[in-house]
């Protein structure tokens, strides 16, 4: 298995513009989650996904942050606009339900620029 | 809300020798789990390993234990014969599992250096 799927791996951009952000959870894995690191903060869960649907956003930061999962296969992270705090690294994790470990499974992070 | 704390910004450890790093935390909770992931220069989550809450025994990996005690909510990570491919970031985490909602809490990172 490939693990989970992050891209693009870096992104540079100028403040005001739109950023997508993609990952591919690993396949047959039931949730997906969206970390946030940073370096005053941490890592912060910013929303988690159980089969496709959103089951808690508390973490997305305001209104600029969505995410979505249109299948099991694909999900999204959009800023819009980005602004310069939004710089961080970004992480994709998957999880199987299956498992009796509860391990998430963590994608090799976005590092996001915002200049 | 649960809260993860981990004391020890930095860390060093002469290679071969043994390190342990702290980790506490905060929680009503009496079934959840615990891990240790270590995120070298690569950026990349790696679980090191895992114990669960209801069970006494510690949890050990190779080089890698934990010493966890639930009464004073403490969850050390001991690295033996340490190697200068495990310096790196590393990170304490609590999870409260209902099921399918599993949030990670993690603590803010310990940073290990491996000396010669």
């Known amino acids: 298995d490939a693990g989970v799927i992050q891209s693009p791996r870096h992104e540079v951009t100028e403040m005001g513009q739109e950023v997508t952000l993609r990952c591919k959870p690993i396949?047959?894995?039931?949730?997906l989650f969206w970390y946030r690191q940073t370096m005053m903060r941490g890592l912060e869960l910013l929303i988690y996904?159980?089969?496709?649907?959103?089951?808690?956003d508390s973490g997305m930061p305001e209104d600029r942050f969505s995410a979505k999962m249109p299948n099991a296969s694909f999900s999204t992270l959009k800023i819009q606009p980005s602004e310069p705090r939004d710089s961080a690294v970004y992480f994709c994790?998957?999880?199987?339900?299956?498992?009796?470990?509860?391990?998430?499974?963590f994608g090799p992070g976005t590092r996001l620029t915002v200049l | 809300a649960q809260t993860v704390t981990q004391s020890q910004p930095e860390m060093s450890v002469q290679e071969a020798e043994t390190v342990t790093l702290s980790c506490t935390y905060d929680?009503?909770?009496?079934?959840?789990?615990l891990f240790w992931y270590k995120q070298p220069p690569s950026r990349q989550m790696i679980l090191v390993i895992r114990?669960?809450?209801?069970?006494?025994q510690n949890a050990t990996e190779n080089r890698f234990s934990v010493n966890f005690q639930k009464a004073a909510k403490s969850f050390s990570l001991k690295i033996s014969d340490s190697q200068l491919g495990d310096a790196a970031m590393y990170f304490c985490?609590?999870?409260?599992?209902?099921?399918?909602?599993?949030?990670?809490?993690f603590g803010t990172g310990t940073r290990l250096q491996v000396t010669l």
């Open positions: 996904f159980n089969n496709n649907v959103p089951i808690d």
């Open positions: 396949s047959g894995h039931n949730s």
């Open positions: 929680t009503s909770e009496s079934d959840y789990y």
């Open positions: 994790a998957s999880r199987a339900w299956t498992s009796s470990h509860n391990e998430q499974f």
């Open positions: 985490a609590f999870l409260r599992d209902t099921g399918t909602a599993s949030k990670l809490t």
């Open positions: 114990q669960e809450a209801y069970k006494q």
